[in-house]
Each structure stands twice: as C-alpha cells, then as structure tokens.
C-alpha cells in the first residue's frame, strides 16, 4: 500500500503524522511511504531523516494525495485538503465531526473511507489514540492557565501555588478522566489547590486511593459546580463523551458570580467545548474575554510541544496503520472491533451513531460494511 504524509497546514500545528520509525516500520513491511518535503520539520524530523527510513520526499501536498492510498495526518483535513480526498481513499487521522458539520459533509462528498482516531477503543473501554494526546493536554492545561491567568494576560494575577503567607491558585478540573488526572497533578504539583469533579465513584474512588494527599475529589454536579464557581481561580474542561459534542457545563450568566479575571481552559474544544462561551482560538491568539472572565480554548493544544506529542502518538498509531495497511481497511477493521469502532465515514455514509445524533444525518450499523 501507499502510505501518504502531508504536512500539517492548521495554523500553529507543528505534529506530523508518520514519524521515521513509523515510516522505516511501514517499509519493512512492504509498503511505499511518500512524504511531503518539510513534513516533519516541526516535530524536529527533517527529511533526510525520512529518507533514511525508506521514505521518498514529495513536493507538495497534492501529489501526496493523488499517489497515496491511505492518508496518515494529525489534525482533521482542512477545506483545501477535503478537496483532494477521493473515491476509495483511507483517511486515518483525528477527525471530531460531532462539531463541524462542513467537514462531515465534504467527507461524506469525497467517498472516502475515514477512521478516526478519536473514537478507536480498547478491550479496557478506554481510547488509545486519544490517550497520548489528551494526556499531553491535561498536563499542558495549568501551563498555560497559570499563564493566563497572569495579569498581563487580563488574568486574576494569582501565581499557581502561591508564597509563605498567601495561599496558592483555587483549581477546579471538571472531569477525571485522562485529561483531567494528568491536569489534576499538574496543577497540584504546581502547589495549587484542586478540586477533582466526576460523575463516576469508581472513577472518584481510585483518584481518591492514588492521588487523596495531591487533590480533592467531588461529585459532580450542577449544584455542586455552582458551589464551587465563586471560588476558582481557574476551571478546567476535561469532559469527554467519545465521538459526540460535549456537553455545556459552565453557563455565561454564572460569571457574574466569578472572580474577575479568573480562567477556565477548555480542554474539550475539539468536540465543541464545555463551556457556553467556548470558541476554538490558536496558538498564535490563544485567548480572549467574556464579562471579565479569561478562556483559553486553543483546539490544538499538544500541538505546543510538537515533539513530545508527535513520537507520543506515533507509538499509539503505529500498530493500527500497520494493520490497515497490510490487511485493508475492511479485513483490519473485521478482525479487530476496536479499530472498527474508530470508521466514522465510508463511501458518502456516515457510520459513526454519536456524530449521526449530534447533527442530524442518518447513519449505517459499520458493522454492516465488514
């Protein structure tokens, strides 16, 4: 199979698909990995490296589109590469459809077959090619909250964990999940006081056993949150409902019972954030006001750390592109249920139900297409 690589063309996203020890695994197993030049600059992966590897560097990112028969990204194809997509064609890749619905729709026009990253599973019910990135995430999260959360940035002015005599930042993560534990003991290793929120006690109970002396933890709920508002210095989004919009936890008319300048971080962006006023922003113009509360809701966050979140996922991925690869998507996708999970689109008909639901198009059993 051909195995294509484009360069990421998100404004700010510096990840790469195909790593070279992904690409130098892919040759090995017969494949023919072409690369568009300057792919992996970002990451720090130049293309000599690729070419090392087994890899052949092409000029543009049309001509990746038109050889390749799979097509390996990081973030989900903007307008100009829907464009190139075509009959047949793999797309594997993050997609977040839930949210956008001119990219469902261009991806249902194009006939192409989309695997999602996002919505893969695992036999533990978990989501192995979000993990990676949604634990660099959680723990870029107090990062780049203690940032806004500077005065100069319109934040509060409270430093994270404070100093001898004046107490530390208030911290609410709502959400335990993989986000919200690694933002958790972040920011509680920063020397803030957290407050865990999740609607699942056996969840609440393990972070209590592992992490009771780092945070706290609380039950979430509308009354509880709205307790606790008043208090924080900075909110955490951290919720996830795999595949579909996220739901809105945090609404503008409870602002004005907020600090002034306080800060929330909507991790769940990607799926349409959590929070009423939440509008994706990036690297380059991260954030910005609303009734004098800071949001900070870059929609690629891991893409800050390139490096560290492209080899992150590259470990993740590799083993699932290797087995489209060699198999097809259709015999892959037959032998193992969790990467059937992740299909999300295949020949102009929608196969994901939560996406289906969440913006009104009909959808097919992807079982049916195995």
């Known amino acids: ?59 543009t990112a049309a001509e990746v589109f038109a050889e390749a028969d799979m097509i390996v990204k990081v973030k989900e194809p903007q307008a100009v590469e829907r464009k190139m997509l075509r009959e047949g064609q793999l797309l594997f890749t993050y997609l977040h459809l839930a949210p956008d619905e001119a990219q469902t729709r261009d991806l249902l026009a194009s006939g192409c077959t989309a695997i999602a990253y996002e919505t893969v599973t695992d036999r533990a019910g978990g989501l192995p090619l979000l993990a990676p990135m949604s634990e660099v995430a959680g723990r870029l999260a107090p990062q780049v909250g203690a ?13 994270m964990g404070g100093v001898p005599g004046v107490g530390p930042a208030r911290v609410i993560v709502i959400g335990g999940g993989v986000v919200g534990t690694h933002a958790a003991k972040i920011a509680a290793g920063m020397g803030a006081d957290v407050t865990v929120l999740d ?43 795999p595949g579909a919009a996220a ?16 800060v929330l971080v909507d991790v769940a962006i990607d799926q349409g954030g959590c929070f009423e006023t939440s509008k994706a922003t990036t690297h380059q113009d991260p954030i910005y006001e609303v009734d004098g509360i800071m949001h900070y809701c870059v929609a690629n966050m891991p893409g800050a750390v390139a490096r560290t979140s492209t080899l992150a996922l590259g470990n993740a991925t590799m083993p699932f592109m290797l087995a489209l690869a060699d198999k097809g998507w259709k015999q892959a996708c037959a032998d193992d249920p969790h990467l059937l999970n992740g299909l999300n689109v295949h020949a102009g008909q929608l196969t994901y139900a939560a996406v289906g639901e969440a913006l009104g198009i009909a959808t097919v059993d992807p079982k049916s297409l195995v």
Request: aromatic share 6%; with cysteine.
């Open 147 to 159: 940032w806004t959360l500077q005065k100069a940035n319109g934040g509060r002015g409270v430093l």
């Open 199 to 241: 609607r699942s006690l056996p969840r609440l109970r393990y972070l209590d056993d592992v992490f009771g002396g780092s945070f706290k933890t609380g039950y979430s709920s509308a009354g509880l949150l709205e307790e606790l508002l008043p208090q924080a210095d900075m909110v955490i989004g951290a919720v996830l409902i």
């Open 247 to 262: 739901p809105k936890l945090v609404r503008r008319d409870q602002f004005a019972s907020m600090k002034p300048g306080a």
């Open 1 to 59: 199979m051909k195995i294509g690589c484009p360069k990421e063309i998100k404004p700010q996203e510096f990840r790469v698909g195909i790593t070279p020890i992904a690409a130098k695994e892919a040759v090995s197993h017969g494949h023919d990995v072409i690369v568009e030049t300057g792919a992996g600059l970002g990451a720090g992966f130049d293309d000599a490296a690729y070419e090392a590897a087994g890899a052949r560097i092409i000029t």
